[in-house]
């Protein structure tokens, strides 16, 4: 085969039907669409983005349509479980991103929160509190996004604005 010359190994000693190969190769088509997709979304948002996996779709589906005209061929099964794995890569890919995303959520949440939190104890015209916020807000909000030093600036501020509070709370005589 033009595109992988090598054969494929492994797969079920079972009969797999072509049609069943045509229709996993198809799934596996459209799910490697939509990761390349949302891989182009986290390339432009996220710094370190999860690692997309190799397309395995065309050159399967070539496999698949050398096997089929030889059928019944051991290679459908080989190329049904080489799809299935494919499959599983890109459902861990999507999981990896969706966590990525959801962090980067949570991170956005934590230091709104902790703004308006900051805001009722101190007013918005707290400068160096202001700073420390614009920092952290831009490490998350501007692409492209590196959670890890976006998290250390979050939590640089919420430091702060914990240490702050609870200074002030001392002044004050609240305990």
Known sequence: VALDPEPLVGGSPH????VDVEARVAELAAAEADAAR??????RRFRKPPALPRARAPSLRVRLAVARAREPNPELAAIDAEAVATIDEIVSFNQKSRRLGE?????????ETNRERAARHFGDEDLPLADLHAQAARALWEAPIDLGAARM???RYIAEVDRRIEEDEKDHGEV
């Open 153 to 155: 600036l979050v939590e």
């Open 103 to 111: 962090y980067l959520e949570h991170l956005r949440g934590t230091l």
């Open 15 to 18: 009969s797999v039907a072509g």
């Open 38 to 43: 949302l891989n182009s979304q986290n390339e």
